[in-house]
């Protein structure tokens, strides 16, 4: 079975970092690559941004290019996203999901959320 | 990057209503369109792919239209799980976009 598994959620104060993680399982993780969506508190979902975990290629959406980072460990299978200094807005959920080109995502993982509070 | 506007932002409607979901595109994207259901807790869920295409295990009263610039999800009897967030999503060039969302309510 197609599986992405990510990390439990983070409470963490304005300035702090944090990672999450995304693991991969039941398919050839270097083979696709992995998006990651912003869910924002009653908001729609937002496309942050894609790594191909082959070649380590990552493309930033315009909104959050130089406010995250996406990379990945293809060791372990397992893509991250991090943030060096967190603010109050970055709260939100944030899924991982295997990207199949022009026909969108087709698995996600289960979310992580983030809480950013002072 | 390409703009979706999908409309309406909400409706209201009954079990065994026939909705219709539309989403337009900033410009062309062929077929490469995606729609997804979305509820509070879980992941998204993808429903159906380039345009017109049932993703495996999703009924079949969904069913999905369009191409270039205009798309619609049509639910054609609604049920009682069905009541959630739906989205659009270009997988034309990346970035791939999603459009805002349509809350489908029980009237």
């Known amino acids: 079975e197609v599986q992405l598994v990510q990390s439990g959620a983070e409470v963490k104060k304005p300035g702090e970092s944090v990672k999450i993680s995304c693991e991969g399982s039941?398919?050839?993780?270097?083979?696709?690559?992995i998006a990651w969506v912003r869910q924002m508190p009653g908001k729609g979902l937002e496309w942050m941004g894609i790594?191909?975990?082959?070649?380590?290629?990552?493309r930033y959406s315009p909104s959050f290019q130089g406010q995250v980072t996406i990379s990945v460990d293809k060791s372990i299978s397992t893509a991250y996203l991090q943030w060096s200094s967190l603010k109050a807005s970055d709260t939100a959920i944030y899924f991982c999901?295997?990207?199949?080109?022009?026909?969108?995502?087709?698995?996600w993982g289960q979310g992580t959320t983030v809480t950013v509070s002072s | 990057d390409i703009q979706m506007t999908q409309s309406p932002s909400s409706v209201s409607a009954s079990v065994g209503d026939r909705v219709t979901i539309t989403c337009r595109a900033s410009q062309g994207i062929s077929g490469w369109l995606a729609w997804y259901q979305l509820k509070p807790g879980k992941a998204p869920k993808l429903l159906i792919y380039a345009a017109s295409n049932l993703q495996g295990g999703v009924p079949s009263r969904f069913s999905g239209s369009g191409s270039g610039t205009d798309f619609t999800l049509t639910i054609s009897s609604l049920q009682p799980e069905d009541f959630a967030t739906y989205y659009c999503l270009q997988a034309d060039t990346f970035p791939y976009t999603f459009g805002q969302g349509t809350i489908l309510e029980i009237k």
């Open positions: 790594i191909y975990p082959g070649d380590f290629d990552t």
């Open positions: 999901a295997r990207v199949l080109v022009r026909h969108g995502l087709d698995v």
């Open positions: 039941g398919y050839t993780f270097t083979k696709y690559w």
